[in-house]
């Protein structure tokens, strides 16, 4: 892999601690700013629903930019919010700046990802996708953690500050190593892009990547009250099992990595029905600390091992698409990201506890199952002619 995809990884850590410390962070928010538990946990949701309209928004609108100078611009937006949202003391302004935050990241992740699959050449996406990804477990592995002990020391802004702190040197490593687009490189035909990103068999696979990145953040994004008003832990607890979420995740990242390039469908085979167990054995088992422990870190695991392969075949299918697939995959992961703590935030504000979430991730997991993962597992292995699909 070109040490540039790793700087992009190093930049994607970096957002990617930004939208996913919430969840350690979403009590001292509440608190301070004076709203509700449900209504904090909105923030996730936010941010989420606006990756959803930034990631095809930005990548059509940067699609004549430079990739170097599309990459620099989305960065330093996010990085300016970061440092607004440190000082706000409105829930409202809070709320904007998520919007304007996560509009930033899609374009950076969807242009990162169309720049990440190209260096790394036609029958390697899934490994470049994976060190990008790398970057979001990585977040969930140390970022988040550290963005909970610095909200329990010092307040949750001091994770605002560090998360633009964070984000400045990876922008000026972006400057030096990602190469200017070469003179005379043809404009992608955004038109030609978005009729090939049509195909039935495309949208199905990005129904089932939303569905199962759902069901992952309908759990993450209240882990820290299921495992403190459920399972019994201390707060302090709480970024221990942050952290084994995230080692869980980054370990899911890696398998996929490593087989979605040639493989990818044992990994949904074996894979879907085991995160539907988990999600249904965590639920049951929720007030048991230590098997919360063990779960905890093996549905990190099973989500993004199966959420990341998904993610690679929207890619292999969207190869007609170079400059849009990417923007594309944004879209699946955070509609699951957006759809997932609404559905958690609906069940805990109807009063079914903490526990309840739990049950919703299960039942996305089962829709997923039901409405294609297993069928889609045993089709053909080309999407068109001429894209072949790794069995």
């Known amino acids: 892999m070109p040490i540039v995809i790793y700087i992009l990884g190093l930049a994607v850590f970096a957002q990617g601690t930004s939208e996913f410390m919430l969840a350690g962070l979403i009590p001292d928010i509440a608190a301070d700013l004076r709203v509700s538990v449900p209504a904090a946990g909105a923030l996730t949701s936010t941010f989420a629903a606006g990756m959803i309209l930034g990631a095809p928004l930005m990548a059509v609108l940067s699609l004549r930019w430079p990739r170097r100078s599309a990459l620099l611009v989305f960065l330093t937006v996010f990085v300016a919010v970061h ?28 242009v990162g990802l169309a720049t990440a699959t190209g260096l790394a050449g ?46 400045v040197p990876a922008a000026l ?19 030609r892009e978005l009729r090939a990103l049509r195909r039935p068999r495309l949208a199905v696979t990005l129904l089932l990547a939303a569905l199962v990145n759902g069901a992952t953040f309908c759990t ?30 980054f370990a899911g990242v890696t398998v996929a990595g490593r087989l979605s390039d040639s493989r990818p469908m044992p990994v949904l085979v074996a894979g879907g029905p085991a995160l539907l167990a988990g999600w249904l054995l965590f639920a049951a088992t929720a007030a048991i600390a230590p098997v919360a422990f063990l779960l905890v870190l093996v549905q990190g695991t099973l ?11 929207v890619l292999y299918r969207a190869a007609d698409a170079p400059s849009l697939g990417g923007s594309f995959a944004t879209v699946a992961l955070n509609v699951g990201a957006a759809i997932g703590p609404l559905l958690g935030g609906a069940a805990i504000g ?21 409405v294609g993962l297993a069928p889609t597992a045993r089709r053909d292995r080309t999407d068109a002619p001429g894209q072949p699909i790794p069995s």
Do not use: M, Q
């Not at 996708?129 to 963005?147: D, F, M, N, Q, Y």
């Open 83 to 110: 440092v607004v949202g440190a000082v706000t003391g409105s829930f409202g302004i809070l709320l904007a700046t998520r919007v304007v935050g996560a509009v930033a990241n899609a374009g950076f992740l969807a």
């Open 122 to 167: 036609p029958h390697a996406k899934g490994r470049a996708a994976a060190v990008l990804l790398g970057g979001v477990t990585l977040a969930c592995v140390a970022g988040v953690p550290v963005g909970a002990v610095l909200g329990n020391l010092w307040g949750w802004r001091s994770a605002y500050w560090a998360v633009a702190a964070v984000s």
């Open 173 to 191: 490593a972006i400057l030096r190593s990602v190469p200017p687009t070469p003179p005379g490189t043809p404009v992608p035909d955004a038109r």
């Open 220 to 249: 993450f994004t209240y882990l820290a009250p299921l495992v403190t008003e459920v399972s019994g832990y201390g707060r302090a607890w709480v970024p221990a099992l942050l952290a084994a979420f995230g080692l869980g995740s």
């Open 303 to 313: 989500s993004f091992a199966v959420g990341a392969t998904l993610i690679t075949l």
């Open 350 to 370: 109807a009063g079914l506890g903490y526990r309840s979430p739990l049950w919703v991730s299960a039942l996305l997991v089962a829709l997923a199952l039901t």
